[in-house]
């Protein structure tokens, strides 16, 4: 086996320990490049049908080209898509920075689809590699009944044992890719043929690595307009995969203060 291939089988085994062991479970699918490669993995873990609803929580804010591609592969992969909406930024958290305190809004939009649906499992497709707060993250990380995480009280998980302690008005966020990195996510895209937003590839001598919200998420500077020319940036690039996002500009703690509420 080769590295993608040793990815692949990891993930595979997390996504089948997540559905045996909490019900309800759904996926998250925010339509960009990481949560496409875990519908991907999850197509292929349950023979070629994802068996758990994949949620959008929709801000209204995404650009129109990722709600055109939401609409095309929901039907495409046939998939049970649960749509959310999230409250206005009015009702956020003053002391936020402003990029912080709009993707905020995404905290508790989640919050309300995972009460209404009474979730006891979230799969989200976050990597350790994106972004310092998230290498604390766990496979199976429990949230508390008010969906706080607490980074300091974590199950060890040692040898691919993965705990899922159950209370009351708590549910487990469930990581499928936290152990790869970016130029992982994009050579399985190429080996695999996996379909994106074309914004993800250059034009006009821009591109974006990350998306989110139109507002609060720039392109940088970039000719690589194809998934080898992406390949080969990505090798040799020193700039951040999340420089584009505004919030990541603001104060040192916010990302941070919004995991812990229970962001994304």
Known sequence: MDHLDQ???????????????????????????????????????????????????DTGKKFPEMYKFRDEYAKKWDLDLLLGTCPPVEEMDPSLPPAARSAARKTAGLAAMIEKHKLQGVIA???????????????FSPRGASHKWDIRNQPPEFWDQ????????MHIRVHP???????DIWRYIEREGIPLVDLY?????????????QDITNPVESNASTLAEVIAELETTRTSERSGRAMDHESEDAFERLRVAGYL
């Not at 759904?26 to 994802?50: E, H, Q, Y």
């Not at 890719?177 to 130029?183: M, P, V």
């Not at 590839?201 to 919200?213: E, M, P, T, V």
């Open 7 to 57: 990815l692949e089988a990891q993930s595979v085994f997390i996504l089948r320990e997540a559905y045996r062991k909490l019900k309800p479970l759904a996926m998250l699918w925010s339509l960009g490049k990481d949560s496409n490669v875990m519908v991907w993995l999850a197509k292929k873990a349950f023979l070629g049908r994802v068996p758990f609803p994949v949620m959008h929580v």
């Open 201 to 213: 590839f250059a034009k006009n001598g821009k591109r974006y690595r990350s998306l989110g919200d």
């Open 177 to 183: 890719l936290l152990s790869w990195r970016e130029i």
């Open 162 to 169: 993965y705990a899922t302690p159950h209370e009351e008005g």
């Open 125 to 139: 497709g976050i990597r350790r590699d994106e972004q310092g707060t998230r290498a604390k993250e766990r496979v």
